[in-house]
């Protein structure tokens, strides 16, 4: 079965300070990991995917596959990065099936 | 290019009254699903289709049937709306190994 943990609910920063989101997955084949991020009352937009090893907006994150871990880090957190994230996972059936963690609210203050 | 087009954007039913969302998608894409957003539970998957009259359940398939006769729409109907289905829902839409791209979302109340 698929299975994605994010084990904070709220992430609290300062402007400038390192960021991690924590993302853990269960799936006994190869996953395609994901990131998503949700601004405000606006609709989910992809933010990173493990297969194309991409920095977006700062953003990067490595797939652990020892760990089952996809964390998502920063090295210096902007205001404006304040959003809901939500780490995802596609099983290597290529079904198409997403399956989502329960998502991270990270707040950066100023 | 509209994307993923979601409608309405908001709606409010009553229990027991019956309703469909729906979803439309111009981009040609194989893959689409419904989610609701729960705070605390994030997004879980309701049903999913993988092409034009194949469907299949997701995690919380129960009040909810969905259809897939064209590539373009999957609309999601609620057959006697309860409470405890106040959400908002997202359609997505996916090709082949990219990402989902997701609709602007409907709130649901139900009273």
């Known amino acids: 079965a698929q299975r994605v943990t994010q084990p904070e609910k709220l992430l609290s920063v300062f402007k400038g300070a390192p960021v991690e989101l924590k993302c853990n997955y269960s799936y006994s084949g190869s996953p395609e990991l994901f990131w998503y991020v949700q601004y405000s009352r606006q609709r989910l937009q992809l933010l990173l995917r493990h297969i194309s090893r991409e920095s977006i907006k700062g953003f990067t994150a490595d797939l652990n596959k020892g760990e089952t871990s996809f964390h998502l880090k920063k090295p210096f957190a902007q205001e404006e990065d304040s959003a809901m994230y939500y780490c995802?996972?596609?099983?290597?059936?290529?079904?198409?099936?997403?399956?989502f963690g329960q998502g991270t609210t990270l707040q950066v203050k100023p | 290019n509209a994307g993923v087009t979601q409608t309405p954007k908001f709606q409010v039913l009553k229990t027991g009254q019956s309703m469909t969302l729906q979803c439309a998608q111009d981009?040609?894409?194989?893959?689409m699903s419904w989610y609701r957003q729960d705070p605390g539970m994030g997004l879980r998957l309701i049903h999913y289709?993988?092409?034009?009259?194949?469907?299949d359940q997701g995690e919380v398939p129960n009040g909810y049937n969905v259809s897939r006769s064209t590539t373009e729409d999957f609309p999601l109907r609620l057959l006697s709306a309860a409470p405890s289905q106040t959400s908002v829902y997202f359609c997505?839409?996916?090709?082949?190994?990219?990402?989902?791209?997701f609709g602007s979302g409907t709130r649901l109340t139900v009273v």
């Open positions: 289709s993988v092409g034009a009259g194949i469907t």
């Open positions: 995802a996972l596609r099983g290597s059936s290529n079904t198409g099936k997403l399956i």
């Open positions: 981009m040609n894409h194989e893959y």
């Open positions: 997505a839409s996916s090709q082949g190994a990219g990402g989902y791209t």
